[in-house]
C-alpha cells in the first residue's frame, strides 16, 4: 500500500508531524484520485492522470466547464497538427 501511495498520490511532503495530519493528507489525495479517476472515465479521457492534474491546476480559479478546458487541450492539440511548424533535423 506504501508502494501504492509513494507512485500514485504525489505526496511530496506531510504539512503537518501528528497522526492526525498525516491521515488528512493521505485521505485528501486518495479522494482527489477517485475524482480525478471519475471524471477521466466519464468524460472518456485518453490523457494521463498528471496532464488531467496540470489542466484542472491551471484552471482551478476560472469560471471554465472541466469539459470545456478538456476540449480546449484537443484544439489546440489540432493545431500543432497543420504543417506550419518547421521541423529542426529537416535539411
Not at 482551478?60 to 500543432?80: G, R, V, Y
Request: charged fraction near 20%.
Amino acid at each position: 500500500m506504501f508502494k501504492w501511495i509513494k507512485q500514485h498520490l504525489r505526496i511530496k511532503s506531510f504539512y503537518g508531524t501528528s497522526e492526525n495530519a498525516v491521515k488528512t493528507q493521505i485521505w485528501i489525495a486518495v479522494s482527489v484520485y477517485v475524482l480525478v479517476a471519475i471524471v477521466r472515465k466519464r468524460l472518456g479521457l485518453e490523457i494521463s492522470f498528471y496532464q488531467i492534474l496540470q489542466i484542472l491546476s491551471v484552471t482551478l480559479f476560472e469560471k471554465t466547464p472541466i469539459l470545456q478546458a478538456f476540449q480546449a487541450l484537443d484544439s489546440q492539440d489540432n493545431l500543432a497538427d497543420c504543417g506550419n511548424q518547421l521541423n529542426l533535423f529537416d535539411f
